[in-house]
């Protein structure tokens, strides 16, 4: 059949850690092969004829008849819609035929064909079906990513069930016999994007309890170690002897200390000025003095999500082995009330030199970013983007289905908008003007890190303190706090959505044809 795999055993497997290890495995097949596979996956357009399909030609006489006719008085093809064929299967038919409806073609658009691979293997999880064959339609690194992302469960603090979790264990890609090579490249690609964004949502996933700024900064290490990216890390009295009294400051109430990890990936060409990436490393932020509101204190382990995909989109970039010099800078603190907090009215002086003049303790992101985006110009650096679970705003502001961009350049506006869609870490663009950097003037400090008279454009004024410590750095800030957590129509599994990853290695690919004069 000339099937070539890319699973456990593939070579790629070896630098993933053991808690992040797919079972499934995506294996490319000759497009001929897969009626005789035992259950068969068809995507469908509503009005779309099934018997136009080449892949029917392939079915025995009976299970077409059978097929077609089902669809006729069954099956409309509207999205969402799933209807199963069952068959008695001869060895050289499928048991089974599941018909998946994509709507009507031409509502068709580039944010669902990713929920195609999705919707796929979450049916055939629930269904306990641990393999299905599929024509591929589209690209197989697409298909291939998001059906590892759909197989993810974060069962870690579970009891495993007698007869095991739910799995798919393979799924065959049906393409032409001389697209199987090529096919084969893209599944291996779209399988390290796929295994780097669910270790983040591992990471991401992990209980306060459980990820420490250590811990986090031992997570760099180990990513370190298996991709050969440089790491180092800053204890307390390092980040102390440096000045930045942004991370000193929040991290002041924790027994846990603070840790500044800094990771760096030189591959590409000699005096090419480094994209530097930072990431929001909060563990556990409780708000401090401020203390947060019950209902928005269960999911802040998640806080540190920016400083996740930070580190395993680096180590996307560098499995890839894409020719660029990229840095990642994550201050890591916890954000604990105690007779040693940080507390409203305090002034922090922070790298820059610049003075933090604190109004709420629960703006503490923005605060730890402050040392670390000063830090990032030390690189002497042509780009800076940071990621980070900033504000509630933006998820007011955009609900839940992408993350709030700013830049200081609005000629960057446009591409960083394309790499969002393109990567599937979607974003769009808020407003930085000048006049929203008044309301968060500081009366005794420089600035201010809420705004003083109201609340309103508030994942604005986070943004807007962020850019006063980038000088004139060309410089975007992805507020990614409406993407921290999956929704149902993401048909991805409870909790961290590992939001990040996929634009950092797309950032990481358009960085040499950014206009960045």
Request: include cysteine.
């Amino acid at each position: 059949m000339g099937e070539i795999a890319f699973g456990p055993t593939g070579q790629g497997l070896r630098q993933m850690p053991e808690n992040s290890l797919q079972k499934m495995r995506i294996v490319s097949i000759r497009s001929d092969g897969i009626a005789r596979r035992k259950t068969v996956f068809i995507p469908l357009f509503q009005s779309q004829r099934l018997s136009d399909l080449p892949l029917i030609a392939q079915f025995l006489a009976q299970t077409r008849r059978l097929l077609l006719a089902f669809a006729q008085n069954q099956f409309k093809g509207e999205d969402g819609e799933t209807k199963s064929l069952w068959l008695s299967s001869s060895g050289s038919s499928p048991e089974r035929i599941v018909l998946f409806g994509l709507g009507e073609k031409t509502k068709w658009h580039e944010r669902k064909e990713p929920l195609v691979a999705r919707r796929m293997v979450r049916h055939a999880k629930a269904e306990k079906i641990d393999e299905f064959a599929i024509a591929l339609i589209g690209s197989a690194r697409l298909f291939s990513q998001n059906a590892l992302m759909a197989e993810f469960e974060y069962t870690k603090y579970k009891e495993r069930p007698k007869s095991g979790w739910p799995e798919v264990k393979t799924v065959f890609l049906g393409v032409e016999p001389r697209l199987i090579a090529e096919t084969k490249k893209e599944i291996e690609q779209g399988v390290t994007m796929g295994q780097e964004v669910n270790a983040c949502r591992e990471l991401a996933n992990t209980p306060g309890s459980d990820m420490t700024p250590a811990k986090l900064a031992a997570a760099a290490i180990a990513v370190g170690k298996r991709t050969g990216v440089k790491v180092k890390i800053l204890d307390e009295p390092q980040i102390k002897k440096l000045g930045m009294g942004g991370v000193i400051g929040v991290a002041r109430g924790s027994d846990e200390k603070p840790k500044f990890i800094i990771l760096e990936y030189m591959k590409g060409l000699r005096g090419q000025k480094p994209l530097v990436l930072a990431g929001k490393g909060v563990t556990f932020d409780t708000g401090g003095i401020n203390l947060k509101p019950e209902p928005y204190m269960s999911d802040m382990h998640m806080d540190m999500s920016g400083g996740a995909a930070v580190i395993h989109g680096m180590a996307a970039i560098a499995r890839l082995r894409q020719p660029i010099n990229v840095v990642g800078l994550i201050p890591a603190v916890e954000n604990m009330p105690s007779g040693s907090s940080y507390r409203p009215g305090d002034l922090l002086k922070s790298l820059s030199g610049k003075t933090i003049e604190v109004l709420n303790t629960d703006a503490e992101g923005r605060v730890i970013l402050a040392d670390a985006l000063t830090y990032a110009l030390r690189y002497n650096p042509a780009l800076i983007a940071d990621f980070a679970t900033l504000t509630g705003a933006a998820h007011v502001a955009l609900g839940n289905y992408c993350s709030a961009l700013f830049t200081n350049r609005e000629r960057l506006m446009d591409p960083l908008g394309k790499i969002g869609r393109e990567s599937g870490d979607y974003v769009w663009p808020l407003p930085l003007w000048d006049e929203y950097l008044a309301e968060i003037k500081g009366t005794f400090g420089d600035i201010a890190n809420i705004a003083k008279q109201d609340r309103y454009g508030g994942a604005i004024h986070g943004a807007k303190f962020l850019e006063q410590f980038v000088n004139d750095t060309p410089w975007a800030h992805i507020d990614i706090a409406p993407r921290m957590t999956a929704v149902d129509s993401d048909y991805l599994a409870k909790g961290a959505t590992g939001v990040g990853v996929r634009y950092i290695v797309e950032l990481a690919k358009a960085y040499p044809q950014l206009n960045l004069a």
